[in-house]
């Protein structure tokens, strides 16, 4: 694809935007400072409209340092109202995103009136216009990434244990305080850094959208960050790109939907947190404590007869847990599947198999109702509920291990023999 | 009636409605649930925009409380899943639903006669000259019958709901188990937050609409403890900020509502500094007299021990005192008549035996 120079100067910038507000919207995440940035934003504009009337230019530099301090200003209000008055977090962070805004826009319009105003093209820090963005933009974009990225690379322990137990830094002797206002600092650099580009309502979303997908596939702080960034920086690509291409497409929103959509992908398909995966792993869990309850029933009923040859109708299973005829097939179709149970006209019974796999499920059950009843001293009446849970919870190793401890035990509080181990004589 | 009289009333209903509103969320610590609706609503109400293809007002209420209530959910779905804490979810959630809006009005823009200046700070200088008509006749300004009506339902809801917000905010516990939905209620007050929103979205911008959810609320919760007269004050404030914005943008020849938003933060500085009950300088008058007061029963204490007159001068050394804290303590303690001079030296009264009696076996009975 033939890229303008202008489409090229956005594919870079927002690239570049993307990339470091990954890495320094993890930490915020981490943090559980997620919306600081927001705050942030919205406090720079007053910075950027006073820098702009004392400066009376709009090149990037002044712009920045303006919007740097009053960012700086407002981060600092929100820390001091916290701790000093009754005023909590969300309201503080409210306040000052608002209040600064107002004022910020009471300059704008202030500004827009003024003979050279109107071309003063600060209307465009509100929504970010990507495409008025030049090379010495870039430049500026570039030179701060590099020192940011250079802070994060020099104190990233130090910025690890900020986030993760800062507690524990302090008892190591490290300035936690000063660290976490570096931090805080950082992050005010990449927000401004994004004004021009996204604007002051979305760059909340360059920073906390690519790490709280990243955050889901990876539990090692590096690895997050470099995802995070990586994600960040394809958004940013994406987006630009898309908006470059068709018309009336604002960049910023664009980059938004599109680490937003792989947010939401993220979500829901990362290997371990995806909730796809654990919604089907929940399934799983369910159908196999329905089945091995399916299989100790018939082992009971049996048992209770000494006989398990005889099959069992279905309304009688049915009565057992008040089960419907649905329901119950639901349970015995995977059993006959597995030849563990096998069905004759309107009747069910174990195989030899079946009563084999079942024999484990019920000594599960009663070795741990003799712990509960021996060592943690339970009266007999209260160890049933307990052991119907953990009956399909316990490893094999760990109920031999208890078996051992409890000195083979023979049978259960309740009378009832307790089945042997998995006999060997199978594999001998 | 004239311009000026119907934006000083639409910006006052608007204040109103939102510091009432806004009052529950600062108790509830959802101020920013309150930030991330007032954005999110915007596809709501484009989305009303296209389907009817003019500004009505019903539709635009509705369009932005059906996304109102999507983000408390989406919200609430990202929390719970315990994939993304609150304030992620928060942050990731309004962004996304604010693009969207961005995105359907630049795309539609030749249908949609909505400016996106006018999204972030509203234009509540216009609202006296747009009209509501129906069959013909002028029924006065649109602005004023729509911020009017979200009053009128705001304060119906708090009046009618006012013992279940009270008890689900303070105590959700509670509520639960005095048979009031904690959830439904939350839901209604999220749903009461975007119609609010929505009402001032025209006048006052996504947001300032924040400015005046937060900061009146915020103000009133620093002098007062009493929910009750916390609304009141909310609504005092909030009006005031709307009043005296729009003098300061008249003068100033700035924008309304970012006056306003200025004002209602000059107030909560005020209240922070100057609030006799929880600011700043009745706090650290506070501490500094629990200070004297300390330094003062250490003095009695030390004379009781000594038994007898303690020269002045040991004492300066006793205790480490600076000269001027060592006179401020003493004069104090002189005029209470709890400690007398003699020659060169202190001695304990009587009086000051019978207090140092008294303070001790209160703090003793404090403290069991």
């Not at chain 1, 398990?308 to 419907?324: D, F, I, K, S, Y």
């Not at chain 1, 499920?361 to 509920?385: A, C, G």
């Not at chain 2, 509520?175 to 025209?202: D, K, N, Q, R, W």
Request: aromatic share 6%.
């Amino acid at each position: 694809m033939e890229l303008t120079f202008t489409a090229r100067n956005v594919l870079i910038g927002a690239t570049l935007l993307g990339a470091l507000g990954g890495t320094l919207g993890s930490f915020a995440l981490l943090r559980r400072q997620s919306l600081l940035g927001d705050a942030l934003a919205h406090a720079a504009l007053p910075g950027v409209c006073i820098a702009y009337l004392i400066t009376g230019t709009k090149s990037p530099l002044p712009l920045f340092a303006g919007a740097l301090v009053a960012g700086l200003i407002g981060s600092l209000l929100i820390l001091a109202t916290v701790r000093w008055s009754r005023i909590k977090e969300d309201s503080a962070i409210g306040i000052v995103l608002s209040v600064f805004f107002g004022v910020g826009i009471v300059l704008l319009t202030f500004i827009q009136k003024l003979p050279a105003g109107n071309q003063s093209g600060l209307d465009k820090y509100l929504f970010g216009q990507a495409a008025t963005l030049v090379e010495d933009d870039l430049k500026v974009m570039a030179v701060l990434g590099a020192v940011v990225v250079a802070f994060v690379v020099a104190f990233y322990k130090e910025f690890k244990l900020l986030s993760f137990d800062p507690g524990f830094g302090s008892s190591l002797g490290l300035p936690m305080r000063r660290l976490e206002v570096l931090l805080t600092l950082l992050l005010v650099v990449v927000v401004v850094v994004g004004l021009q580009t996204v604007g002051v309502v979305l760059i909340v979303a360059t920073l906390i959208t690519p790490a709280a997908a990243a955050r889901q596939w990876t539990d090692r702080l590096g690895a997050m960050l470099l995802l995070s960034a990586g994600i960040g920086a394809a958004s940013g690509a994406v987006g630009s790109l898309a908006s470059a291409s068709l018309s009336r497409l604002p960049t910023g929103p664009v980059i938004v939907l599109v680490s937003s959509s792989v947010l939401i992908v993220s979500l829901l398909l990362a290997p371990q947190r995806g909730i796809l995966w654990a919604r089907v792993r929940e399934r799983q869990a369910a159908e196999r404590i329905r089945r091995e309850n399916l299989l100790k029933d018939l082992y009971l009923l049996g048992e209770r007869k000494a006989d398990w040859a005889t099959a069992l109708t279905w309304p009688h299973l049915m009565g057992v847990r008040g089960q419907t005829g649905r329901e119950l097939s639901r349970s015995a179709r995977p059993l006959i599947a597995d030849g563990l149970a096998e069905q004759i006209g309107d009747t069910l019974r174990l195989t030899p198999a079946g009563r084999k796999e079942a024999e484990q499920v019920v000594r599960k059950h009663r070795i741990w109702e003799v712990y509960l009843n021996r060592r943690l001293e339970l009266p007999s009446d209260h160890v049933h509920r307990d052991a119907e849970a953990m009956e399909h919870t316990l490893s094999e190793l760990a109920v031999a291990e208890l078996e051992e401890a409890l000195g083979f035990p023979e049978s259960d509080p309740h009378g009832s023999p307790i089945p042997p181990r998995r006999s060997q004589r199978a594999a001998s | 009636m004239s311009p000026t009289l119907v934006i000083l009333l639409v910006g006052s209903c608007v204040a109103a409605s939102c510091a009432l509103i806004g009052s529950f969320l600062v108790l509830r610590k959802m101020a920013l649930l309150g930030d991330a609706i007032s954005h999110a609503v915007l596809p709501g109400i484009v989305i009303a925009f296209l389907i009817t293809g003019d500004r009505a007002a019903l539709p635009m209420v509705l369009g932005a409380g059906a996304l109102g209530v999507i983000t408390v959910m989406l919200v609430e779905l990202f929390n719970r899943s315990r994939r993304l804490k609150e304030d992620a979810s928060i942050g990731v959630v309004f962004p996304a639903l604010f693009s969207l809006g961005v995105i359907l009005i630049s795309r539609y823009a030749a249908q949609v006669d909505l400016d996106l200046d006018c999204v972030l700070y509203g234009e509540i200088a216009y609202a006296p000259w747009d009209t509501l008509t129906l069959g013909g006749t002028d029924l006065g300004p649109k602005a004023l019958w729509v911020n009017g009506s979200v009053l009128l339902l705001v304060l119906l809801f708090v009046l009618i709901f006012f013992k279940e917000l009270k008890i689900s905010t303070f105590d959700a516990g509670l509520a639960a188990s005095l048979g009031f939905s904690p959830v439904l209620i939350h839901y209604l007050l999220m749903s009461m937050v975007s119609v609010t929103v929505v009402g001032a979205f025209e006048s006052v911008g996504a947001i300032l609409v924040v400015a005046m959810l937060v900061v009146p609320p915020a103000t009133a919760y620093l002098l007062t403890d009493r929910l009750g007269t916390m609304l009141g004050l909310a609504v005092g404030v909030g009006v005031a900020s709307a009043l005296g914005g729009y003098g300061l943008a008249r003068a100033w020849d700035a924008s309304i509502a970012g006056a306003m938003a200025m004002v209602a933060g000059l107030l909560f500085l005020a209240a922070l500094l100057f609030s006799p009950s929880h600011g700043l300088l009745a706090r650290l008058l506070q501490l500094w007299r629990m200070g004297r007061r300390l330094s003062g029963q250490l003095l009695l204490l030390h004379l009781r021990k000594e038994g007898e007159v303690v020269p002045v001068s040991t004492l300066e050394r006793r205790f480490g005192w600076t000269a001027p804290r060592l006179r401020r303590v003493l004069s104090g303690l002189l005029r209470s008549g709890w400690v007398e001079r003699e020659g060169e030296g202190l001695r304990l009264t009587p009086r000051g035996a019978e207090v140092l009696e008294t303070t001790g076996r209160a703090q003793l009975a404090h403290k069991l």
